[in-house]
């Protein structure tokens, strides 16, 4: 049981390249989010899925999308990478609504460390 | 929009004694209220959490406690050893409309052996 996973752990990109972080969870859960985390400013939520087949905008969407691939996968791309996009992305999971409870504890996965020049 | 204060940003104790974590939340429609641990270069992983229908909540020498009439919620560790060093996180979410966690900035704590 690997719990929640993301690839790659750390790149780099030039300015105006794309790229594809992905994450799995093994965990049969319903929800998967993803974050970044700057210094100093905790942890913002980009976008969310709260089960299959949806996606919402978070907190700073801006310059990403996001595709929830089937209950495991949920991915997160930049079309078009800027400086400001540096940061360390973290995907989370949760079981969400299921059996009629919401269950919110969120588990994370361990992060990717992305630098853009 | 929906915000999450938590101060102080860094704290500072001796071994043994407690800490003391505050944060405030501006939604009132927030129901959960986690509290996040993350060791240098880690993931985030929850410690406690409360729900709204509860004002204290403890897990050994941690505790937590909610006053949905003030919108704030504290965390307390008590008899602090040097493994409890580490940036901890408070959150607000609620379910209305969606999905939403807003996490407070973080509390750098620091305990002196």
């Known amino acids: 049981n690997a719990g929640v996973t993301q690839t790659p752990k750390f790149q780099v990109l030039k300015t105006g390249q794309s790229m594809t972080l992905q994450c799995a969870q093994d965990?049969?859960?319903?929800?998967m989010y993803w974050y970044r985390q700057d210094p100093g400013m905790g942890l913002r939520l980009i976008y969310y899925?709260?089960?299959?087949?949806?996606?919402d905008k978070g907190e700073v969407p801006n310059g990403y999308n996001v595709s929830r691939l089937n209950k495991r996968e949920f991915s997160l791309r930049l079309e078009s990478a800027a400086p400001s996009q540096t940061s360390v992305y973290f995907c989370?999971?949760?079981?969400?609504?299921?059996?009629?409870?919401?269950?919110?504890?969120?588990?994370f996965g361990p992060g990717t460390r992305l630098t853009v020049t | 929009g929906e915000n999450v204060e938590q101060h102080p940003s860094t704290l500072s104790v001796q071994e043994g004694d407690s800490a003391v974590i505050k944060c405030t939340y501006s939604d009132s429609a927030s129901n959960y209220f986690p509290w996040y641990k993350q060791e240098l270069g880690k993931r985030p992983q929850l410690i406690i959490d409360i729900r709204s229908n509860v004002g204290e909540k403890k897990d050994q020498r941690i505790a937590v406690t909610l006053n949905k009439t003030a919108k704030h919620f504290s965390l307390h560790i008590t008899e602090t050893q040097p493994e409890d060093s580490a940036v901890y996180f408070c959150a607000a979410r609620t379910y209305t409309g969606g999905f939403k966690t807003i996490f407070g900035a973080g509390t750098r704590l620091f305990v002196k052996a």
């Open positions: 899925s709260a089960s299959e087949g949806t996606t």
């Open positions: 965990m049969n859960h319903n929800s």
């Open positions: 989370a999971s949760s079981a969400g609504l299921a059996g009629g409870a919401i269950s919110y504890e969120q588990y």
